[in-house]
């Protein structure tokens, strides 16, 4: 781990309404550090998500964003992939009908960047090859597992000269143990090459077995930071305990599980779609 930021949020509020979402929200993160945040259901991962994903209007919404020490205003996917930051969203963003090197490369095909087929496979290849995913770039993608889909979408994360990956509840279609060990595998291949990483999940066990450090995040605002020299489960899962006392009015749609339709996610990290 590096002593050099990627990124910084300081004094982030978000508000729906009279209910905030997110409230006086501070944090940062180092090269390499594999930041865990943990929180319940509706305690404001999505929304948090959406802002350093450039998904976030304007409206209700105060506070800064730094990116390697310089003021970033996101706006958009776009905005975001050109401060380095991969978004991997929850729900599997996979063109089946596509080769796996194409769903590697389909924002850069989209921006007619790559246009060679031979040229995407072997960027494709060198990509898979960080994060352990190791088929062949020219099978179609319709054939792999959970775990081989979210590998596949971090693969995409790196192409764009990435600095930070934000994972977005990366156990969620996961069928067993082992192929959540395939993607702690590939986020400590990303430490390991500086490359910062925001692992966002609803469940200790994981954040306790893959961060470096935890920030708990509970009813919009975090409560907790511990080192991992200070993990503590039994506290973390005490600390989630949202206090809000009967329904707040802020559903966390995404939390909730509500079906959007698998293109979702991808299509808007390279059209703008605020959705």
Known sequence: MSDRTVLELEHITKSYGEVAALSDVSLAVRGGEIHAILGDNGAGKTTLLKLRAGLLPPENLSGTISVLGQGAVIRSPRDAIKFGIGIVPRRPGIFPGLTIADNIVVGKEMQGLIVNQARIRKEAARLMEIVGLRLDPADKAQKLTPAQQRLL????????????????????????????????????????????????TRRPTEAVQIGDNISVLRDGKIVVRAARVDFDETALIQQMQSQRIGDAGYIDYDDLGQPRGWLDGIRSLFTGNRG
């Open 153 to 200: 979408m971090i693969t995409r994360a790196l192409s764009h000269e990435t600095q930070l990956v934000v994972l977005d509840e990366p156990a969620a279609f996961l069928t067993s143990g082992q192929e959540l060990s395939q993607i702690f595998r590939a986020v400590r291949t990303l430490a390991e090459r500086d490359i910062a990483t925001l692992y966002m």
